[in-house]
């Protein structure tokens, strides 16, 4: 069990990270050019399975065991009225995850991957940030170590998703802390706010942005006072699947700010990592170009739930089976490309 025990030992954990198995990427880039198809011809198909090969430091990878890890949390900001649904909806929406019948389940279920809802003390929400930091620093370190601790060490690919009420106000207020241009950058209408809503979520951000100014400059103090549990798990299970050369999807928005700090501790902190999709929430793009992320799909996705990047492992399953499966100009007995 790893639990960070000071903001000290979590930050070192962020810096001391391995690199990738070079020699992997390396095979299947030569399998790639014996392939029946023109060089490259397949696109990021062929550079998914290379990426995967990295990681996992196998020849062709695999894709047997994904994991789609679901964290959730409720947030004090909300009684700032930043939202268009009320919090409970967080617990009722994991009573529906629990049961069945939510888009995660069915999209869980045709990516051939086991679906993990860890709720976080739904019944204690984070301290409205506008007024104090929203987790204190145990708070903090016990939400990422829940996270890190969630990743099992034997997996092929962890696909991270969230749930919780407010979150994206949450995930704009990290954003703009992190890459600034303040709460209009990166604020959208999240689940449904109408643009009454929308200011007073701006209006939120904003003023936590100046309560909190003095400790922005460090990504984990300033992701504790603006954060939620489930965005501190979502680190944690990143930092751990890069300590355990275990690729990453990551879903939207949420997703993408909950590690965004990683990317400012460390640049390559994220290379472990892939975008599943670009959301249809207004900072979404703006934030994965700051992280220099190219997501695999735009579906004009704003669910959450992980489903985005659920969508996207049946992208990672078509890439393997192409690699694994096709013939290669030999054993076709298919003229290659004429020197």
Known sequence: MTRFASLADLRAACLDLPGGHLEAAAQVAGREATLTKPPRSLGRLE??????????????????????????GNHG??????????????????????AGGAAINQ????????????????????????????????????????????????TDLVVLGEMGIGNTTAASAISAALFGGGAERFAGY???????????????????????DTILGDPLLATAALGGRELAA?????????HRRIPVLLDGFVCTAAVAPLFKLRPDALDHALSGHVSAEAGHRLLLQELNLDPLLD?????????????????????????????????????????
């Not at 550079?47 to 959730?72: C, M, N, T, Y």
């Not at 900001?77 to 629990?98: D, I, L, R």
């Not at 993990?116 to 903090?140: G, Y």
Request: with cysteine.
């Open 47 to 72: 550079q998914a399975v290379a990426w995967l090969s990295l990681w996992q430091g196998a020849s062709p990878p695999r894709l047997d065991k994904v994991e789609i890890l679901v964290f959730a």
């Open 107 to 154: 999209l869980a279920r045709i990516a051939q991957a086991e679906l993990r809802v860890m709720p976080l003390l739904l019944d204690k929400p984070t301290a409205d940030f506008t007024i104090a930091p929203a987790m204190s620093e145990a708070e903090f370190l016990d939400a990422v170590s829940s996270g890190y601790e969630a990743v099992p060490p034997e």
């Open 77 to 98: 900001v909300t009684a700032q009225s930043v939202s268009a649904y009320p919090a409970e909806v967080t617990g009722q929406m994991v009573a529906n995850f629990a």
């Open 190 to 212: 999240g689940t449904g706010l109408d643009d009454s809503g929308l200011t007073r979520k701006r209006e939120a951000i904003d003023q936590a942005l100046v309560r909190h």
């Open 299 to 339: 579906l004009g996705m704003r669910l959450g739930e992980g489903s985005g990047a659920a969508v996207a492992v049946l992208l990672l399953r078509a890439a393997l089976a192409c690699h694994t499966g096709m013939a290669t100009f030999e054993e076709a007995q298919v003229s290659g490309k004429e020197s």
């Open 234 to 242: 979502i680190f944690g299970a990143c930092l751990a699947a890069r």
